[in-house]
């Protein structure tokens, strides 16, 4: 499958600790999205790359959240001292910035539970 | 990016044709309309999208009225995989998606 891959899929992790997902975004995909979704909720933006550069970051993005995409490649998204309002599931997806309406594809997501 | 209204819940039956409308009178010429689905517990699942003309493909239709202040997504037969929140974007091409709520989609056997 050459779709937009997360890991893990599934992360229970106590309050105040650290986690970190990674994605895969789907190959010569030169744009990469973050986005968080809680239950009931659609997916609210969180940041996006151009490659290496990190070209956007919503306000969602408190400073316990860090994105990284160092080679232009894949990304990891980390939480520092989480928090239970954290609880969610984060998703990553990718895109061209050719092509006709830049189509954006999604990962399953990682579904992030603290306690 | 202008913003979308949706009905927030759906029915249709096993097998008929599921018209999910959407309205986005604020759009403006370069955005495009954009439907992605969601069924449970999973990431959104791109539909299709378009710009000006209809435009279908082998999982849905899709209409913009002429004026393209609004739009309907087509499944034309629908199944019981089919139930999900179906989310209608508008975005101009290069921009990030904000996803509002959706309609819940419920296909009923």
């Known amino acids: 499958d050459t779709g937009v891959s997360q890991d893990p899929r599934h992360k229970i992790t106590k309050r105040g600790q650290n986690v970190t997902f990674r994605c895969d975004p789907i190959s010569e995909h030169n744009r990469l999205y973050w986005y968080r979704q809680t239950l009931g909720q659609g997916p609210e933006f969180l940041t996006y790359?151009?490659?290496?550069?990190?070209?956007?970051k919503s306000r969602l993005l408190s400073d316990r959240f860090s994105a990284e995409r160092p080679k232009g490649s894949f990304s990891t998204l980390e939480i520092q001292r989480t928090e239970q309002g954290d609880s969610a599931m984060y998703l990553c997806?990718?895109?061209?910035?050719?092509?006709?309406?830049?189509?954006?594809?999604f990962g399953e997501g990682s579904w992030l539970t603290v306690v | 990016d202008a913003k979308t209204t949706q009905p927030p819940s759906m029915d249709c039956a096993e097998g008929r044709a599921a018209n999910l409308p959407c309205n986005h009178s604020t759009i403006s010429g370069n955005e495009y309309v954009y439907w992605y689905r969601q069924i449970h517990s999973q990431g959104p699942q791109y539909i299709i999208h378009?710009?000006?003309n209809n435009e279908t493909n082998e999982m849905a239709s899709l209409i913009i009225t002429e004026d393209r202040k609004s739009s309907t997504l087509i499944l034309p037969h629908a199944t019981l995989r089919d139930t999900a929140v179906y989310y209608c974007?508008?975005?101009?091409?290069?921009?990030?998606?904000?996803f509002g709520t959706g309609t819940s989609l419920t296909v009923i056997p």
């Open positions: 997806a990718s895109s061209l910035t050719q092509g006709s309406g830049n189509t954006i594809y």
């Open positions: 790359f151009q490659n290496e550069a990190q070209l956007e």
């Open positions: 378009g710009l000006k």
């Open positions: 974007i508008v975005r101009v091409a290069g921009n990030q998606f904000y």
